[in-house]
Nanobody, 115 residues
Framework: VQLQASGGGLVQAGGSLRLSCVSS????????MGWYRQAPGKQRELVAA???????HYANSVKGRFTISRDNAKNTLYLQMNSLKPEDTAVYYC??????????WGQGTEVTVSS
């Protein structure tokens, strides 16, 4: 497994979760990485990404509530999710593009927000 996502779970509306995505040491991270999510019956959508020189981009639906960050020393990508809403319920997938433009995906971690 080259990308391992974790941190999902069941939380009440208004709560918080922090997702983590750890990569194996043989991936040389490039400048494009982030998180997608897929809710039941819906298409996968981009939630947050770090692109180029680490500039964060967010879906409008999560702006002000989610924060993406990376820890280079730990080869880990994070997604801090605050003020969670039932509509945030989905399986969250991390991805990392390496310096050779290869894309790697985590296995997904499920987030369920109860009302």
């Amino acid at each position: 497994v080259q990308l391992q996502a974790s941190g999902g779970g069941l939380v009440q509306a208004g709560g918080s979760l922090r997702l983590s995505c750890v990569s194996s040491g043989n991936i040389v991270w490039g400048n494009d990485m982030g998180w997608y999510r897929q809710a039941p019956g819906k298409q996968r959508e981009l939630v947050a990404a770090l692109i180029s020189v680490g500039i964060p981009h967010y879906a409008n639906s999560v702006k002000g509530r989610f924060t993406i960050s990376r820890d280079n020393a730990k080869n880990t990508l994070y997604l801090q999710m605050n003020s969670l809403k039932p509509e945030d319920t989905a399986v969250y997938y991390c991805y990392v593009q390496d310096v050779y433009s290869n894309n790697y995906w985590g296995q997904g971690t499920e987030v369920t927000v109860s009302s």
